[in-house]
Structures are given as C-alpha cells and as structure tokens.
C-alpha cells in the first residue's frame, strides 16, 4: 500500500530478518527462500509496482550475496533477472539505482566470469553513464566499476582500460566535485594493487605526457586525508606500493619531485586515520549487526535514506570487507616493511631523504612504524 510507507518497509525489513537469521543457523535453507521468493517478488517487475522494485532488489542482491563463492551454478533465475536489471529504463528512475548498483555488483562478485562477462559492454555502459551524466549516482557507477577490478581476471579489462580513464578525467574536468574526488582517489586505489603502480603510471602517462605530475600534485597531495575512514586503509597501501615498487618514482622522472611530497602526504593520512589495522571477523560481525540494529531503531522521517522513491534496508545492508585481510594486518607496519627494502636496495639515497626531507614528527612516525614491524632501515 503506497500510502503506508511504513508498514512496507518494515515489511520487507522483517522478511530480510527472516532470510538472515535462518540462513546465519543453516545455510542450506537459502534455496528453499529463492524458490518460495522469486515467483513472488517476480510481480513486481512485471506489473511494475514501482514502490517495491527498490525493496525486492535489495532484498535479492542480499541472497545473491549470500551465496558461497565458486558453489553449484547460478539458479537461472538470476540469469532470467539479469537480463532485466540492464535495461536502460530500470535505470532511468533515480530510486532504483542504489539497489541496482549493489545488485549488479552481487553479480560481477558471484557469477562475474560467466554471466556478467557475456555483457561485460553494456556493465561498462552503465558505469560511463552513471559517472558521465549523474553526481547524484556517479560513486555507485565507481562502485561497480571498482568491483570489476577486484572480481574480473585483469585481462578481460585490459582493452578498456584507457577508454575508462577518459570517462573518468573527462568528468573531472567538467563537473569536478569533492565527492567525485574521493571516489577517483579510491579507484586509483584499487587499480594500483590489482594492475600495479608501474601499469597506474603508464595509463596516466599514456592519455597526456607527464599527466601523473598532475594526479598526484592535484589529487593524491591534497586530497588523500579526506577520503572516508573506511577507504584509508585500501589508499594507504596503494600509496606505498606506487612509492615503492615502480622505477618511475624510486628513480625515474618523477622521484626528484614526488617522492618526498607523496610520502608526506601518506604519513598524514596515517595521522589522520583510526581504521589501518584488520577486524576480526567476529569484531566484523558485531559491527554489522549493531550498525543494522541501530539503524532500523531510528525513525524514518529521520532517516537520511529514505525517500519515497528509495528506502535502504538496515538488515540487507552489505557489510565491509577489508580486501587485505589477514595478508596485511597493519598499513603502518607494511610501510615500514617496504620502506627496508627501498632503502636496502638502494643505499644511502632514500634515507637521506627521508632524514633530510621529513619533518621531526613524520621521522618519528616512521621510527614507531619500524618498531611496530621490527623492521630498521639503512
């Protein structure tokens, strides 16, 4: 019932509870809920009862996700709706696209090799067209585009790689806003730990001469301390590795006038940061739950997300994920771990500048980082 927008919510609300709670005490019973839920939530799209299209494809992104990774194929369910989520027209009404976007990622996540990868074209499209033509929605067309780069093998995404960094710089120039900023900063992040920094350096470099000057001088320089708290720690280490591993920066073109300045810039970022160390998974979970249980507490009049046009559902909300995990626990002690190994193999020249370049409180910064790790540097 549109006029009781409530009582619709909570309605799918609950049914989320219902979903999480049995599949949390048995995953098995997550087929019986797609076999009783699909013909049922199948309605919607077809007679298109618009206020329910956002709550149904939370709801099913949430089931997609739930599936374990690399198990039995797909039901053709999700093959028969994902057809239908790349419709232009489903993306045309503005309350659909937060959904959309996450289930669309539940798909390049689940299935991003068989199903996605046959539209591989059209998924790019709706990324150009989200950061091309929204600033309303132009971070959930980054979100999908970062999911592509953490899910896909790196060649399916090798010949398209120069036409998304046009789109991308094309909207800077055009519409730059800080939003925007923080979400190139983070794809840049996550471009340079799957493709490498040599390879971030070359794309830049390969749409204008000397172009990364300009990326890190007017973007990672004044920018990095301002992306979320739960970005810092993906940009920190990507930060590192573009310092420490391609020969452009260690002792090519740009090391006389970038490495110090990136370098200061990262020990900041670190300054500024609460959340560079992993969870545990059960610190992970208690955290996701309070977060939904707090956030369907609040009235939604007064939540921010809510409109009539889109509402999010506290308990199918995604959780965060640390992409490093246990691998690196701490990006303080990983920059103290590459940095003795800069310095070993290159002696005499990044300690001097470091000692010579740094302020007495980054030094001391690096000296705690290097304890931490038990690491020195010579």
Partial sequence: NPNKPNFNHYLFETITVLIRTSISKNPGVLDQFEQILFPVFTPVFTDDIAEFVPYVLQIIGFLLESRPSGSTPIPDAYRALFQLILTPSFWDRSGNIPALSRLLQAYIEKAGETIVLEKLTTVLGIFQRLVSQSKIHDHEGFAILNCLIINLPSTYLNNYLKDIFVVIFTRLTKAKTQKLIRCIIVFFS???????????????????????????????????????????????????????????????????DLWLILLQALLSLFQSSNDLQIMSAAERKKQAQDEAEEELLVGLDDTPD??????????????????????????????AKCLQTLTSSHPNQFLSVMTNGLSTEHLLDIQKYCALANVTLS
């Avoid at 799957?194 to 004044?222: C, H, W």
Wanted: charged share 25%.
């Fill in 306 to 335: 809510y409109t009539p046009a889109f509402s999010r559902l506290a308990f199918a909300k995604k959780p965060r994920t640390d992409l490093f995990g246990s691998s690196i626990p701490d990006a303080r002690c990983h920059l």
């Fill in 190 to 256: 996550y471009f340079i730990i799957k493709y490498g920094a040599k390879e971030f350096i070359t794309q830049i470099d390969s749409i204008q001469a000397n172009m990364f000057r300009m990326v890190v001088e007017r973007l990672f320089i004044p920018e990095l301390s301002k992306i979320d708290e739960n970005d810092k720690k993906l940009c920190a280490i990507a930060i590192i590795h573009l310092l420490c591993d391609p020969e452009q920066m260690t002792k090519g073109i740009y090391f006389n």
